[in-house]
């Protein structure tokens, strides 16, 4: 099938022009000059499909590189799976996802992802890897880290908090670290500093502080920004290159920037949530309420200015990808697990359908440029994540992931179930976004149309990544 994308303009982290894109098969083969008698122009005009982009973008599909679809966390699992999740993803322009693969003490790592082939594979509408969650380091995990590699798993994803469950202490993070620098992959760090966190936990609920907000309270910023210094600290010793998940605190960004100053192959993520809810709006609100909002890092408060810093952080490049973490849980019988211990509640918010628009709207707020969104939102994670070339551009080449954006376009989020995500509300309610996703290719399969789901579970395809092309 030849699909051509008339008429609108193309977007990359380098600029916007005005393009056709002819699509055949699962890749671009050309993007051409409008009226372009070059080569492809004939075959352009013999297009079995055309698709109008006039007014429109045309981007590259959204990757997603931090997902939990059904993840076991929290005594219960995501509610998502990866057939509903990739749905969702679809649905709002993001045409690939980077899942985690869960792997705990005692557990064998290539079993655990033999465990997450089998339950993704057959399942996807779009295109997905998986990174590695080592939460037993060992001489035998450290072993397997070699072996994933060839197997198209290159990063791996340490925690600092969650003692008991994912944790690992500094010996084992530095162990972990010496393996990524010999064999060339990433470490990913959710930093926090996990135990500190439990004694302040505990003394809270003793206290009888049980609502919602103390989950926020109990894990203050020092705490991540303790934990950001540290990890880059053993990055340091060791010459690992560090990925820090889901930054939400303005003071651990401002250290991993000082340290990419000089000269350090230090990155970070950060996530929708922590751009626009915060812990007084959201994770305040009254009875049970702020539960929907529980995740970690958690919602920081407004009042210290910690989002208006995330922003101005992605808008300087010390923030690279804006991802997700998505990770979402029903407030019946999930979340609800919590009421009168939030400790108890399953840690995680809902946003794979909602990144690329909560993130163009700060496009529209003139926070960020377009193509800058392009960068956050599809370039920069593939390269991160070693997928660049077949993900994450617009050229010759590269698999038809594309999304038509319409700029002049309107979503309502979360209002009477529009969303997709398996979930029962949205974190996102009552959100209004300054455009819309009108159509999604899939390795040039037309997923999205017109406000209409055309994919199907199994479309998506597994992919082997390579090395992070930021470390080359
Ligand atoms: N944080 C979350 O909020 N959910 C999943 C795991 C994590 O680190
Ligand atoms: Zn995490
Ligand atoms: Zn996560």
């Known amino acids: 099938m030849t699909v051509l994308i008339k008429g609108g303009t193309v977007i990359s982290p380098t600029g916007s022009t005005a393009a056709d894109v002819l699509v055949d098969g699962e890749r671009i083969v050309a993007v051409l000059e409008p009226g372009s008698t070059a080569l492809g122009a004939d075959l352009a005009a013999s297009a079995e499909r055309v698709i109008d982009a006039t007014g429109k973008y045309v981007v590259p599909g959204g990757i997603d590189g931090h997902t939990h679809m059904q993840m076991p966390f929290g005594g219960t699992e995501a509610s998502d799976t990866f057939e509903t999740g990739t749905r969702a993803a679809a649905w709002g322009g993001t045409t690939t996802i980077v899942d985690f693969v869960v792997q705990r003490q005692g557990e064998r790592v290539q079993e655990t992802l033999a465990a997450w082939h089998a339950k993704a594979g057959g399942e996807c509408a779009i295109d997905y890897g998986f990174h590695q969650i080592i939460g037993g380091v060992d001489d035998d995990s450290l072993k397997a880290m070699d072996e994933l590699i060839e197997e198209g798993v290159t990063t791996f994803k340490l925690f600092m908090a969650y003692p008991g469950v994912f944790y690992s202490d500094d010996g084992q993070i530095l162990r972990a670290m010496q393996t990524a620098a010999s064999n060339g992959s990433m470490i990913m760090m959710h930093a926090e500093n996990g135990t500190a966190i439990d004694v302040l936990v505990q003394q809270a609920l003793a206290r009888g502080e049980t609502d919602p907000v103390y989950h926020g309270l109990t894990r203050p910023w ?251």
């Open 222 to 472: 020092q705490t991540e920004e303790e934990a950001t210094h540290r990890a880059i600290m053993l990055a340091r010793i060791t010459g690992a290159p560090l990925y820090v998940v889901h930054m939400s605190a303005k003071q651990a960004v401002a250290t991993l920037a000082a340290h990419r100053g000089e000269g350090l192959n230090v990155f970070g993520e950060t996530c929708p949530q922590y751009l626009y809810l915060s812990l007084e709006k959201n994770l305040a609100a009254a009875g049970f309420e702020g539960a929907k909002w529980v995740c970690s890092t958690p919602l920081r408060a407004e009042a210290e200015g910690h989002q208006e810093e995330l922003w101005k952080y992605l808008r300087t490049n010390d923030l690279q990808v804006v991802s997700t973490d998505h990770c979402p849980f029903c407030m019946k019988e999930q979340k609800e697990l919590g009421i009168g211990d939030f400790s108890k509640i399953p840690n995680g918010i809902g946003s794979v359908e909602h990144r690329m628009d909560l993130l163009f709207q700060g496009v529209v707020d003139g926070r960020i440029t377009k193509e800058r969104w392009v960068e956050l939102c599809s370039t920069t994670p593939a390269r991160m994540f070693g997928m660049y070339g077949k993900k994450g551009i617009i050229a010759p080449g590269a698999d038809a992931d594309i999304v038509v954006y319409d700029p002049n376009g309107h979503t309502s989020i979360g209002l009477g179930k529009t969303h997709h995500m398996n979930m029962d509300y949205s974190a996102w309610e009552g959100y209004e976004i300054d455009g819309h996703v009108d159509t999604v290719l899939s390795r040039g399969t037309v997923v999205i149309d017109d406000n209409q789901y055309l994919g199907a579970k199994g479309h998506g395809q597994f992919i082997k990544r390579g090395l992070s092309q930021y470390l080359s």
